[in-house]
């Protein structure tokens, strides 16, 4: 198993990551699209389990990381660029059952590959930066325009204050940009139990059985999710 982060985590976050997987690719662009995002996996990576479409434009290196693992990926149409509808055409997210975005945004190739699939329009954008699927029917967002359309259709979904949740230049960023899930364990860019939300989250991961893992003693950072592959 591999891992992809932001090259923004802090260095213990990184360190520790790396106990649980063969290898780390430190993600990080430069003059592609907004610093903010800059270093985030989920702005030029799309994943529903071992499939992965990446923005053609994404680092040399992710390409290389990949061939060298032998890790199949598609590449998408678009190229990501500055700006909402120039940033977002990766950052959804499916289930075996549903494709959440907001429409008009998503890149084409991922909207063949997922053609059969229900497609749940959502308010935001930056969707797999605000919405984590745990398992079954269960979520979890920061967004209260994404949780009210889950609860209107029936999921089960946890709301948590984007509040105290670190991303650069920004006032706040993102509860799934801030995580990486790999079966039953759940992998935070940081310590859940430093936010205010923390302590209810936990208790309610540890209800569905989730193995948490805190992988530094600071405050949750938006780094533009944890992917494993």
Partial sequence: MFAIIDSRSSMQAIKNLRKYVTDVYIFH??????????????????????????????????????????????KGERDVGYGLHNS????????????????????????????????IQLPQAYTRCSLVHLCENNYLTSDRGIENVLLKKGFS??????????????????????IGIFGKRIFFNGKVELHADGRRLKEYLLELDFEIVDLSDKFLYDGGCIFFV
Avoid: W
């Fill in 157 to 178: 979904c946890f709301y948590f204050n984007p509040e105290q949740i670190i991303i650069k230049d920004h006032k706040n960023g993102f509860i799934g940009g801030a």
């Fill in 29 to 74: 662009t430069d003059g592609i699209t907004d610093n903010s995002i800059s270093g985030h996996p989920d702005i030029f990576i799309y994943q529903y389990k071992n499939r992965l479409v990446v923005a053609p434009n994404a680092p040399v290196g992710l390409f290389l990381f990949f061939d060298s693992h032998n890790i199949t990926y598609l």
């Fill in 88 to 119: 977002v055409q990766y950052n959804c997210l499916s289930t075996s059952e549903f494709l959440f975005h907001k429409s008009e945004f998503t890149d084409s190739t991922i909207l063949e590959i997922n053609k059969d699939k229900e497609f």
